[in-house]
């Protein structure tokens, strides 16, 4: 995946496009940039499916879904565009990588937060 900075000087944006990675990878199979999901089901809410990243730090886990919120009861915004790409976008909408990273996806593309 290519990474970039976007602008020049203070202000400038870490960005790397992402890549859909096959339904139901494992995670030995995923990159840093690359998205998936995870299903054994229909996608809605009584189903067992999650989207899995792996962020541009090379971290990998598994969003926070309507039927599996985080610790404060939160869930991630995934809304899938007809090029199967994916967007994760703010406000209150970013992913944070147990590694630090701290961004978001906009049509696949991982934009680092300001």
Known sequence: MAATKSGSG????FLMQGRRAPDDSSISELYPGDYCLWTSGEENDNAPWQWVVCTP???TFGLA???MPDKN???HRVE???DRTISVMPPGNS???PGGWHGYLDHGVWVEAE
């Open 10 to 13: 203070e202000g400038s944006r």
């Open 57 to 59: 730090d090379g971290r």
């Open 65 to 67: 879904m309507p039927h």
């Open 73 to 75: 009861g939160q869930h």
């Open 80 to 82: 899938v565009h007809e």
């Open 95 to 97: 992913i944070l990588s």
